[in-house]
């Protein structure tokens, strides 16, 4: 579909968005207008509000980002190509200007209430564990949605944490959103290493890995993993220095070679003790296989 510029004000909330979409097959432009209810979610890439279509009634999420005049937004074109009920789907898009004549884009998503971090916070919060079956639900879920962009579009999301999957709290249905920092990995070709929030990051980058393969998001995913069943971050560390002692707390010190990203594995260490003692082992053992410093031996989504 194709977009027009929308007419909005400066401010967010109550403000009425207007955009023109363009049907394809010959079909004629329907005009969309939605009704900005209250924000839901802020960021260096600026804001997501809540909204309301007022033809059809849904919720929307509207995510507004500045946009480069000159560029075009990987964001807007990796979410494109996605299509999978574990991915967040991208219903509309647009472009809006403020008095500054700055160009936003706005992608419209669909609306989902919770994060996977509310979630657990509110676990945590009631001095309760999450329901193991909750746990198995939403784990995956998780997987299904990496297996399915790591796989169909080629696509690392690079930025996988509890913050960025949504869960329905009436259905459970986990999505995965936020493709902000995703994209399409070409092997030889450089990519930063300081991406991915910090207590989810990958060794490798940590080590400042330029190349790199979707196995960053496993890392990150038994991050998330470890997180539901412990209640709070597994690698809570302040800068990337101490990130890296976090991470040899748990998992001990890295060889040379796996500094090296090389091929040789440790098999030494045992994680029971970061769990308390009725952990159930399966649950164990895949956190284990997840969090591995070597990527090559990390599990597949």
Same mark, same amino acid.
């Not at 909750?134 to 299904?144: D, E, T, W």
């Not at 902000?180 to 991406?195: F, M």
């Not at 060794?203 to 539901?228: H, K, N, Q, R």
């Given at each position: 579909?194709?977009?027009?510029?929308?007419?909005?004000?400066?401010?967010?909330?109550?403000?009425?968005?207007?955009?023109?979409?363009?049907?394809?097959?010959?079909?004629?432009?329907?005009?969309?207008?939605?009704?900005?209810?209250?924000?839901?979610?802020?960021?260096?890439?600026?804001?997501?509000?809540?909204?309301?279509?007022?033809?059809?009634?849904?919720?929307?999420?509207?995510?507004?980002?500045?946009?480069?005049?000159?560029?075009?937004?990987?964001?807007?074109?990796?979410?494109?190509?996605?299509?999978?009920?574990?991915?967040?789907?991208?219903?509309?898009?647009?472009?809006?200007?403020?008095?500054?004549?700055?160009?936003?884009?706005?992608?419209?998503?669909?609306?989902? =209430?919770?994060?996977?971090?509310?979630? +657990?916070?509110?676990?945590? &919060?009631?001095?309760?564990?999450? $329901?193991? /079956? #909750?746990?198995?639900?939403?784990?995956?879920?998780?997987?299904?949605?990496?297996?399915?962009?790591?796989?169909?579009?080629?696509?690392?999301?690079?930025?996988?944490?509890?913050?960025?999957?949504?869960?329905?709290?009436?259905?459970?249905?986990?999505?995965?959103?936020?493709?902000?920092?995703?994209?399409?990995?070409?092997?030889?070709?450089?990519?930063?290493?300081?991406?991915?929030?910090?207590?989810?990051?990958?060794?490798?980058?940590?080590?400042?890995?330029?190349?790199?393969?979707?196995?960053?998001?496993?890392?990150?995913?038994?991050?998330?993993?470890?997180?539901?069943?412990?209640?709070?971050?597994?690698?809570?560390?302040?800068?990337?220095?101490?990130?890296?002692?976090?991470?040899?707390?748990?998992?001990?010190? =890295?060889?040379?070679?796996?500094?090296? +990203?090389?091929?040789?594995? &440790?098999?030494?260490?045992?994680? $029971?003790? /970061? #769990?308390?003692?009725?952990?159930?082992?399966?649950?164990?053992?895949?956190?284990?296989?997840?969090?591995?410093?070597?990527?090559?031996?990390?599990?597949?989504?």
């Amino acid at each position: 579909m194709s977009t027009s510029d929308a007419n909005v004000n400066d401010s967010v909330t109550g403000h009425i968005i207007s955009t023109t979409i363009g049907r394809k097959n010959g079909k004629p432009k329907q005009t969309r207008t939605y009704l900005a209810e209250r924000i839901v979610g802020t960021g260096s890439f600026g804001i997501v509000f809540l909204a309301k279509c007022v033809e059809t009634g849904e919720l929307v999420a509207i995510k507004k980002v500045l946009q480069d005049r000159k560029g075009k937004s990987r964001e807007l074109r990796l979410m494109r190509m996605m299509d999978h009920p574990n991915v967040i789907s991208l219903k509309d898009r647009f472009f809006s200007t403020t008095s500054e004549d700055e160009l936003f884009l706005n992608l419209v998503m669909e609306y989902v =209430p919770e994060s996977m971090h509310r979630v +657990s916070k509110f676990y945590s &919060n009631t001095n309760r564990s999450m $329901p193991l /079956i #909750f746990v198995k639900l939403y784990m995956h879920q998780i997987f299904r949605g990496l297996a399915y962009i790591h796989t169909v579009p080629g696509v690392c999301h690079r930025d996988l944490k509890p913050q960025n999957i949504l869960v329905d709290p009436l259905t459970h249905q986990v999505k995965i959103c936020d493709f902000g920092s995703a994209k399409v990995l070409v092997k030889g070709e450089a990519n930063l290493s300081h991406i991915c929030s910090l207590f989810y990051r990958a060794p490798e980058l940590i080590f400042g890995a330029t190349e790199y393969t979707t196995s960053i998001d496993i890392w990150s995913a038994g991050c998330v993993l470890a997180e539901l069943l412990l209640g709070k971050p597994l690698f809570p560390g302040d800068n990337a220095v101490d990130q890296l002692v976090e991470i040899i707390k748990v998992l001990g010190t =890295p060889s040379q070679e796996e500094v090296c +990203s090389s091929n040789s594995n &440790n098999n030494d260490f045992k994680f $029971p003790q /970061i #769990f308390h003692q009725s952990m159930p082992p399966e649950a164990i053992d895949l956190t284990s296989r997840l969090l591995q410093y070597s990527p090559t031996h990390r599990c597949t989504a």
